[in-house]
């Protein structure tokens, strides 16, 4: 009886541990379940259109937290919260590690100040 | 006075294709207002302490996008902390400028 709850906790352990381990984005899923983003995102992840924003090399957190924002309606934009609302956890954390992989055109402001080297 | 009227015309005219420049965004002016901006949005990888995840990388972002983002905090129908109390000090103008000087490193 010691053996099967030594046993049932060695499981739970595991389980645990391979849950954290998909937590991880993978960009090969996102890329697929990104396909609706394209349009109006760009497929490089560089909008065309200048009122969409460009996510090609965005933080993945931040994209994440973006996402779940417009999922749980804490940032309110009628097509993005569609979008979003579909999604699960782990869509997310793909379709963020795909579009923050991308070669990117942001940069940060640094260097940019007038003075700055 | 055909010719007084035909000049107020011509005078009018320029003025009012000055402002219409002006109403795209002065990217010089921009740049002195983004300064501010630097203090988060000028540190690669800089965190929010609450909530916590990186400041976005705002540089080559899209214009209109970039306006949009602004009028939102300032309007209160987006939300955050510090983006809302920056965002309140800023004209109309000064938001236009802000993102024509931004989104110029991408074209």
């Known amino acids: ?117 | 006075m055909t010719r007084l009227q035909l000049f107020g015309l011509a005078v009018a005219a320029a003025f009012f294709a000055c402002t219409s420049v002006h109403a795209e965004g002065d990217k010089v002016a921009g740049q002195k207002l983004v300064y501010t901006c630097a203090g988060c949005h000028g540190v690669p990888g800089y965190t929010n302490a609450y909530p916590q995840y990186p400041v976005p990388k705002i540089v080559g972002q899209n214009e209109q996008y970039l306006i949009n983002a602004l009028h939102g905090y300032k309007s209160g129908e987006r939300k955050h902390p510090t983006m809302d109390a920056q965002a309140t000090s800023l004209s109309d103008v000064d938001i236009q400028n802000i993102a024509a000087f931004l989104s110029s490193f991408a074209k």
């Open chain 1, 1 to 117: 009886m010691k053996h099967v709850a030594t046993l049932i906790s060695f499981g739970a352990a595991l389980a645990f541990a391979s849950t954290t381990l998909l937590a991880n984005g993978s960009i090969e899923n996102g890329k697929q379940k990104a396909t609706t983003c394209f349009a109006c995102h760009g497929v490089d992840g560089n909008s065309v259109d200048p009122q969409y924003p460009r996510l090609a090399g965005q933080y993945n957190k931040y994209l994440q937290v973006v996402l779940h924002e417009y999922k749980d309606g804490q940032r309110s934009n009628p097509i993005m919260k569609g979008m979003a609302s579909t999604l699960s956890a782990q869509d997310i954390e793909d379709i963020a590690t795909y579009f923050s992989s991308l070669p990117t055109k942001l940069d940060t402001l640094k260097g940019h100040l007038q003075g700055d080297k």
